[in-house]
T-cell receptor, first 114, second 113 residues
Framework: KQEVTQIPAALSVPEGENLVLNCSFT??????LQWFRQDPGKGLTSLLL?????REQTSGRLNASLDKSSGRSTLYIAASQPGDSATYLC?????????????FGGGTRVLVKP | DGGITQSPKYLFRKEGQNVTLSCEQN?????MYWYRQDPGQGLRLIYYSQIVNDFQKGDIAEGYSVSREKKESFPLTVTSAQKNPTAFYLCASNDRGAGLEAFFGQGTRLTVV
């Protein structure tokens, strides 16, 4: 059974500092990995999607890396801003997942202080 | 704008009552999913459907039912058999192409009163 872990559960940084968010998974036979952002009381917004054949994906200040062999992905957010305060979730889709379902980590709650 | 619309945003249920949560998408996606989110826990899969008129149980289907009569719509009914229905419910969809990227609606918060 795939298990996805995100550590730490919460993180507080001063504005301008780079954010490093970690995601680990137990089964390396993945199809892809997706990072999401969730604001309080809202749905999930897709940030980056990394296919199993890729090592990283970039979008603006966001960069996500994937190391399947070690079962890890890292989301980097450069020059953090107060607007980056949210919960960040990673989710993994296994190669043979029934219904192509996603398995989610518990999330990392980020606070960027002005 | 393409997207997923969930309604209502807030829903209150009395003991012993069935309630239905709506999920509509105009992304032309084949697959749709219902997840439940509880504080301190990750999202858990309730039901999913990969094609019209077909759906499968997820990890926590007891006390829930769904239908998929149209490609655009995947309503979730929370029945009286669900003992702890208070939670945040999220609907998602993905296409078979585009790397199976998942998109989510804005959620429905269900509270038992």
């Amino acid at each position: 059974k795939q298990e996805v872990t995100q550590i730490p559960a919460a993180l507080s940084v001063p504005e301008g500092e780079n954010l490093v968010l970690n995601c680990s998974f137990t089964d390396s036979a993945i199809y892809n990995l997706q990072w999401f952002r969730q604001d309080p009381g809202k749905g999930l917004t897709s940030l980056l999607l990394i296919q199993s054949s890729q090592r990283e994906q970039t979008s603006g200040r966001l960069n996500a890396s994937l190391d399947k062999s070690s079962g890890r992905s890292t989301l980097y957010i450069a020059a953090s801003q107060p607007g980056d305060s949210a919960t960040y979730l990673c989710a993994v889709r296994l190669l043979k997942a029934a219904g192509n379902k996603l398995t989610f980590g518990g999330g990392t709650r980020v606070l960027v202080k002005p | 704008d393409g997207g997923i619309t969930q309604s209502p945003k807030y829903l209150f249920r009395k003991e012993g009552q069935n309630v239905t949560l709506s999920c509509e998408q105009n992304l032309n996606h084949d697959a749709m999913y219902w997840y439940r989110q509880d504080p301190g826990q990750g999202l858990r899969l309730i039901y999913y459907s990969q094609i019209v008129n077909d759906f499968q149980k997820g990890d926590i289907a007891e006390g829930y039912s769904v239908s998929r009569e149209k490609k655009e719509s995947f309503p979730l009914t929370v029945t009286s058999a669900q003992k702890n229905p208070t939670a945040f419910y999220l609907c998602a969809s993905n296409d078979r192409g585009a790397g199976l990227e998942a998109f989510f609606g804005q959620g429905t918060r269900l509270t038992v009163v």
